[in-house]
């Protein structure tokens, strides 16, 4: 099983980064899949969430409006497409995968937004 993040990096604030999490080894369209972000010193909070087959999506308050979670079940990838970025979105964010008692975790990306 592999939760491949990437798409991180340095950003100013009011710009954009698209995150990519590419699945493997289980049946990835069987399971929701969830963004989680954890800064530096800080415990690490949900971001957002989509269903199955991505008809239904959450979204934490700090982060409605601005952020977009998506997914194509053909190429086993989820996606956090972030706007109007914040220096508090600096984060290292990762994937999760989840099916009943079935959890997974990516490696993480790092995004920083910095002027």
């Known amino acids: 099983v592999q939760l491949v993040e990437s798409g991180g990096g340095l950003v100013q604030p009011g710009g954009s980064l698209r995150l990519s999490c590419a699945a493997s080894?289980?049946?990835?369209?069987?399971?929701?899949m969830s963004w989680y972000r954890q800064a530096p010193e800080k415990e690490r909070e949900w971001v957002a969430k989509?269903?199955?087959?991505?008809?239904?999506?959450n979204y934490a308050d700090s982060v409605k409006g601005r952020f977009t979670i998506s997914r194509d079940n053909a190429k086993n990838t989820v996606y956090l497409q972030m706007n109007s970025l914040k220096p508090e979105d600096t984060a290292v964010y990762f994937c999760?995968?989840?099916?009943?008692?079935?959890?997974?975790w990516g490696q993480g990306t790092q995004v920083t937004v910095s002027s």
């Open positions: 080894g289980f049946t990835f369209r069987w399971y929701t």
């Open positions: 999760r995968a989840e099916y009943f008692r079935d959890a997974y």
């Open positions: 989509i269903n199955s087959v991505g008809g239904t999506t």
